[in-house]
């Protein structure tokens, strides 16, 4: 099993950044992929940006040029760079892992995170 901690949520103007981490319990090295996900009201979650343990990465339309996936293995921490917010960014922002590689097997399952919310001013 993986605990997740999302943090680095806030409240900011539209065209002003924000940094969110999660912070994996166990070596991010294992995971085969972690990605972002978001939630605004009254919609379904979304995929925002994926990462794959080889580094590949995803994004959705909506964020392309504007969101930077990363990763640190040495601190066991994935990262979303997010500038020039838009209203449109407004949700929770969800962090998910999917895939863990162990010693004594493999679980395919994705985790998640409790969230950190965003809220960008008009």
């Not at 924000?18 to 972002?36: D, K, T």
């Not at 339309?61 to 407004?90: C, W």
């Not at 010693?103 to 399952?109: H, N």
Request: charged fraction near 20%; include cysteine; proline fraction near 2%.
């Amino acid at each position: 099993q993986v605990q997740l901690v999302e943090s680095g949520g806030g409240l900011v103007q539209a065209g002003g950044s924000l940094r969110l981490s999660c912070v994996a319990s166990i070596r991010i090295f294992s995971i085969n992929a972690m990605g972002w996900y978001r939630q605004a009201p009254g919609k379904q979650r979304e995929l925002v940006a994926v990462i794959s343990r080889g580094g590949a990465t995803n994004y959705a339309d909506s964020v392309k040029g504007r969101f930077t996936i990363s990763r640190d293995n040495a601190k066991n921490t994935m990262y979303l760079q997010m500038n020039s917010l838009k209203p449109e960014d407004t949700a929770v922002y969800y962090c998910d892992a999917r895939g863990i590689n162990y010693g004594s097997g493999y679980d395919p399952r994705d985790y998640w995170g409790q969230g950190t919310q965003v809220t960008v001013s008009s």
